[in-house]
């Protein structure tokens, strides 16, 4: 009983954390390149709302996917521009990219609210998983068995952004311009395209993450239907210390506490789980959860001598020191 | 006219900054497999007319040919592919990467995979080639600054640069590193390589340069022989009048001891020993000099005792009062005053007007902070008082300091520290990058205050400025005192061997 | 050519005030494309919003009444931002503060106390709640090195759903999320009340909290400006590292901070439901926390610009309400955002359209 519990929780991790390893994978690469986008939020909620309307009209969620992505792409170019060229404050234009977001899916999202039978994007059924001995019927098959799509994408995801930036030349280039752009400018790399580029795949996987809310994990489109999870994709990343795989880690833990709430009110012995007023303190648990796992990353990025990317937040300009 | 073309040919440049002409009409030119040294003041336009070169800026009038052809950079990159190569004052690696992956960094293969063991067995087998021994796999951050600047020029014979500007190498080099950094250009012009060498320390440049350009205020003054020339000569062209070479004090009367650091021990930043077990005494009225190679613990000293920074074990006594690991505030209290490395990064407020940097330190007791208000008639009037006094060159007590120049800005600096008449001054590298006359004024502030009766402990790279101002030197190395010699030219090599490490036995005592 | 961007040695007097202008109108210009796009007729709108935000007999009083929490919590992100604390989390802050408003209200003080203890008690725990709640980041910033931004904002989430706990639980009257109403000795005086005496005040509804924000602000104002405390602000925001140099303790100073700021932000929350809603409801701030980051920053941080800027909008939130669909003012707003950013640009650099060199080459 408890196991299938456990396994419930687990499976539910997997699945809506999916969108927000996209979310923070995007995140940490734009932050790799030296720019913080605190806009992740924002861009979510476009990607959700352009993969929701366009799979809506073409009734192909895939085409809607790829318009998310783009979405999301050319959205966060707002913050590349106020950021790289204009060298403006990275916060408040991060805020702004929130704002303007949050306010534009409102306005033009108003018709889509409706629809409730948008094509999603489908599940991959491994019926085989049931036949492995042992731990087949019981734990892996209600796992990954009858996941999404988008899960497996993820799980692709988290080694190929790896491998780009530990073990590629324009990985090393990345790196670079995050660390310290005066070094990567003097051997010619392009650090404003550069940093361009990399905002751009930030809002790409924004996108992605949007729209993989809107078709596969509750798929139909609501205001505001992030709820945050922007947010808490910029504190995983911190939280997971700048590395995909720590990203992945977080990504699934945060995915299973968002649906606690739900999968707790399921347990027998624990009858106020299911009382709606005092659930709402269990909805308190991501947020609080992120708080404590940036204290926890905080104190050991002290312990490690780990931390962000050195140049983080601050605008590159050519022949001013400390850059 | 010469057949074979010059390495390096630049007519008539002429490049403006905002406000400044930093390069006025400069023909330039330099000879294949030579060392040509440029030299000039802090602000001659030394760098500016480099990073010409370098690709880094853009002429706005004149052209630029190399062998003989022109060449038009937008960027640092086509430089490079016309090889040029730039090493840097500061350092343009990335200290979180291998020396391998910052050599890689602006080239062109590897394409995409970066095959790591491949790549570390060339990169030993080059600086094997070159005679510039570092480890393919060490992180810069893990390098002294010696070996980093074998990864600079590694850095440019693998990008394949003939033509080589060093920006002031020597800066944070020992003696003994500045000789086999000049063995090696040596080594290397003879594989036909051109060295261009930017300095303003004429001693290296008479030692090292086959032809010297001198620069003034943006303009060519003269390009002479650098073997027949000599260093008054040198020193006149470039400042355009006589230098004094060594500022006149009279011998040092100490009194008291003013500041007793007893067997104290800290921390770097990393969380790795910084001092271990340092004990050192300053007496009011003299300035004890402290040697050594950047990044010895010098910073941590001076941390450590302003309070900045937690002493481990030990104590540190400012007249006779125990300051150990009490608040900054403390330290201020008990009249020390702190001159620190970084003017721009902590000695003072960038956006601040120079008024408000000026009451950095005195904001919190009355007359200028009765109460808990400041009083703003008085900030501004004796803003004015010392920005005169102090001969700060500025249109205004309201500008914002990041607009000083360097030289200005640290008066200003002094000015706030100096007039609160400290009775223990800490300066840490007070004069680096600062022209000449600045160097002399802020030399004399420090000697005035010295007769004044404070105690100074003067942390310096540079030994001349050490010989000339200390009444003692001590020479850190690995956070330990390692020998104390006193400040007598003839001494060098001995304080050249302690910077090194080499434990030499007291023979002196004080 | 090519286009060049350079600092400036000196910024003149009027190019701020211009640049703000100059990106509102942009910032309208640009909103009037998603306008378009949504099907509403952008100059309309905007007449319209302008109209009902502005120029109706009541609108001065209407926008007061908008511009108030704007005001209080625009003044608790300015004392944060001016040293670089990014608290994004005011709306949070907000909430609690008028929960333990309501707390007072009506269940820890009798509804017979006087008013004038009744609103004072109110004061101090709108105050305190949204001053713990601000001091939380503070606290974790300061001694643990914990990002602000996140822990603000995610506070500012526990905070709606602790709000929701009551106004559906212990507090709920009638279970549409909402308490009582609060006995008349916990409302606010507004300009109605005073109808008797001056007819033209009658159905005004502007309230008391509008001089809790001009007093707020007027005292911030002599903070930043003449206070030693002011001066500290001033340094550790530009530059850390200094202040350290100057014996600041900075993690003091972080946490006083943050306590103000949650206070302030507090008190907003703590006048929207004793001058405006008098009650405790699930969604009574349509994010007034958050418009108050655009409200400080478009101000620069000057507390007295604050007021302006925080009536503007004021205006520009009761124009809103009378044109669809709800998100346009927070678009309009992100939209400005970025204009009032690229602005500071401007301020801070030239821009220069630089001409090639002029090619003498002859080869």
């Known amino acids: ?323 | 006219m010469s057949n074979t073309p010059y390495a390096l040919e630049m007519r008539g440049i002429t490049k403006r900054f905002p406000g400044v002409l930093a390069n006025d009409d400069v023909n330039f030119a330099v000879e294949k497999g030579e060392i040509h040294a440029l030299l000039g003041e802090n602000g001659a336009g030394k760098s500016t007319l480099m990073n010409m070169v370098n690709g880094l800026y853009r002429a706005d009038e004149g052209k630029i040919l190399l062998d003989g052809k022109p060449v038009k950079f937008s960027s640092p990159r086509d430089a490079i592919d016309s090889g040029v190569g730039m090493v840097h004052q500061h350092f343009m690696l990335v200290p979180t990467q291998t020396v391998s992956e910052n050599l890689i960094l602006g080239q062109k293969a590897p394409r995409f995979y970066i095959n790591y063991k491949k790549l570390e067995q060339d990169i030993a087998e080059l600086s094997r080639k070159f005679g510039l021994a570092v480890d393919p796999q060490a992180k810069i951050w893990q390098l002294s600054v010696g070996e980093q600047q074998r990864v600079e020029i590694l850095k440019m014979l693998y990008q394949g640069a003939k033509l080589l500007i060093m920006d002031e190498p020597t800066a944070v080099l020992t003696p003994q590193e500045v000789t086999d950094l000049f063995k090696t250009l040596r080594e290397m012009t003879a594989t036909g390589h051109t060295i261009i060498f930017i300095s303003h320390k004429l001693d290296e440049v008479v030692e090292i340069a086959d032809k010297v350009t001198v620069l003034r205020r943006g303009k060519v003054v003269a390009t002479v022989d650098g073997h027949a020339t000599s260093k008054a000569e040198l020193a006149r062209l470039m400042v355009g009048r006589e230098v004094l070479f060594r500022i006149k004090k009279k011998p040092a009367e100490p009194t008291t001891d003013a500041l007793v650091i007893d067997s104290v021990s800290c921390e770097n930043d990393r969380g790795l020993p910084a001092l271990r077990d340092l004990s050192l005494t300053v007496r009011s009225g003299e300035v004890v000099g402290i040697a050594g190679v950047a990044g010895n613990g010098q910073t941590e000293l001076a941390q450590v005792i302003t309070g900045l920074r937690e002493a481990k074990f030990g104590t540190i006594t400012v007249q006779g009062q125990n300051v150990t690991n009490q608040s900054a505030t403390a330290t201020i209290d008990q009249g020390l005053a702190y001159i620190p490395s970084d003017r721009n990064g902590v000695g003072s407020s960038p956006n601040l007007t120079l008024a408000d940097n000026l009451i950095l330190k005195s904001y919190r007791k009355p007359p200028i902070g009765p109460g808990w208000r400041i009083d703003l008639k008085l900030v501004r009037s004796q803003a004015e008082k010392l920005i005169e006094q102090f001969d700060v060159k500025t249109p205004s007590a309201d500008l914002p300091a990041r607009l000083l120049s360097g030289g200005n800005l640290q008066k200003l600096i002094l000015a706030r520290e100096i007039s609160r008449q400290p009775k223990v001054i800490i300066a840490v590298y007070p004069v680096r990058g600062l022209d000449v006359g600045a160097i002399e004024s802020i030399h004399q502030m420090l000697i005035d205050e010295r007769d004044r009766g404070a105690g100074i402990l003067l942390i310096s790279e540079d030994l001349d400025e050490l010989l000339s101002l200390s009444d003692r030197i001590v020479v850190l190395f690995e956070g330990q005192i390692v020998g104390e010699v006193p400040p007598e030219d003839e001494r060098i090599d001995e304080i050249g061997l302690m910077m090194a490490g080499t434990k030499v036995e007291h023979s002196h005592a004080t | 050519m090519r286009l060049k961007i350079e600092p400036r040695l000196e910024t003149p007097r009027w190019l701020p005030f211009v640049s703000i202008v100059l990106a509102l109108i942009l910032a309208l210009l640009i909103g009037a494309i998603p306008l378009a796009y949504g099907g509403l007729d952008p100059f309309v709108a905007y007449r319209q919003m302008f109209r009902t935000g502005f120029f109706e007999p009541y609108s001065f009083s209407d926008t007061l009444v908008k511009a108030t929490p704007l005001i209080l919590a625009g003044l608790g992100v300015t004392i944060a931002f001016r040293m670089r604390l990014w608290n994004i989390g005011a709306e949070g802050q907000l909430f609690l503060g008028a929960w333990a408003t309501t707390g007072v209200a009506l269940f820890w003080l009798p509804p017979t106390t006087p008013k004038v203890v009744m609103l004072a008690a109110m004061t101090l725990a709108g105050f305190a709640a949204g001053a713990l709640w601000g001091a939380i980041p503070g606290v974790l910033k300061a001694k643990l090195g914990v990002n602000e931004i996140i822990s603000s904002l995610m506070l500012t989430y526990v905070a709606f759903e602790f709000n929701n706990y009551f106004v559906y639980g212990p507090w709920a009257a009638g279970g549409f999320g909402l308490t009582a109403p609060f006995p008349r000795t916990a409302w606010f005086p507004r300009l109605t009340d005073f109808g008797d005496a001056v007819p033209a005040f009658r159905g005004m509804t502007a309230h008391l909290g509008i001089l809790y924000g001009v007093v707020a602000a007027v005292i911030l104002f002599i903070i930043f400006k003449y206070s030693k405390w002011g001066y500290e602000l001033k340094v550790i925001g530009d530059n850390p590292d200094a202040a350290r140099y100057a014996g600041m303790n900075l993690s003091r100073t972080i946490i006083m901070t943050m306590i103000i700021s949650g206070g302030l932000a507090g008190l907003a929350g703590m006048s929207e439901v004793a001058g405006v809603v008098h009650r405790l409801q699930e969604n009574f701030s349509p994010g007034y926390g958050f418009t108050a980051i655009i409200v400080a920053w478009l101000a620069r941080l000057n507390p007295l610009a604050v007021i302006v800027v925080g009536y503007l909008f004021g205006g520009l939130l009761v124009g809103g309400d009378a044109i669809q669909p709800a998100g346009i003012p927070l678009l309009i707003q992100g939209i400005i955002l970025f204009c009032v950013i690229s602005a500071d640009t401007f301020t801070r650099y030239r821009l220069r359209i630089v001409q090639p060199v002029a090619s003498t080459a002859t080869n």
């Open chain 1, 1 to 323: 009983m408890e196991l299938v519990f456990l396994i419930n929780i687990i499976e539910a991790g997997l699945r809506t954390g999916t969108p927000l390893l996209f979310a923070t994978l995007g995140e940490l690469i734009t932050e790799r390149a030296g720019v913080l986008n605190l806009g992740v939020e924002g861009m979510m909620l476009v990607g959700a709302l352009a993969g929701f309307a366009v799979a809506s009209s073409t009734g192909n969620p895939w085409i809607g996917v790829l318009v998310a992505m783009l979405a999301g792409g050319a959205i966060s170019l707002l913050h590349a521009f106020v950021s790289i060229t204009l060298r403006g404050d990275q916060v408040v234009s991060g805020l702004a990219l929130t704002f303007v977001g949050t306010g534009l899916t409102s306005v033009l999202g108003a018709p889509y609210v409706q629809i409730r039978d948008v094509p999603r994007l489908s599940v991959v059924p491994l019926p085989f998983l049931e036949n492995i001995p042992l731990i087949g019927s019981s734990i892996l098959y209600p796992l990954f068995g009858e996941q999404n799509i988008i899960f497996f994408i993820g799980l692709l995801l988290v080694p190929a952004v790896w491998f780009w930036i530990e073990r590629t030349r324009p990985g090393l280039q990345l790196r670079a311009i995050g660390e310290k752009p005066a070094a990567a400018d003097a051997v010619g790399v392009n650090v404003g395209a550069l940093r361009y580029f990399y905002v751009f795949v930030g809002g790409v996987f924004a996108g992605l993450a949007g729209a993989s809310l809107s078709l596969a994990v509750t798929p139909l489109w609501i205001d505001e239907m992030t709820a945050g999870q922007g947010w808490i994709a910029v504190g995983l990343v911190i939280f997971a210390g700048w590395n995909p795989w720590r990203a992945l880690m977080g990504a699934y833990i945060f995915g299973a506490l968002r649906r606690m709430p739900l999968d707790l009110q399921a347990v027998a012995w624990l009858p106020f789980a299911s009382n709606p007023i005092l659930g709402v303190w269990l909805n308190m648990i991501p947020y609080l959860f992120t708080i404590l796992a940036l204290i926890f990353s905080s104190r050991e990025a002290i312990r490690k001598r780990l931390g962000a990317p050195a140049a983080l937040g601050i605008p590159y300009v050519r022949g001013e020191r400390g850059a």
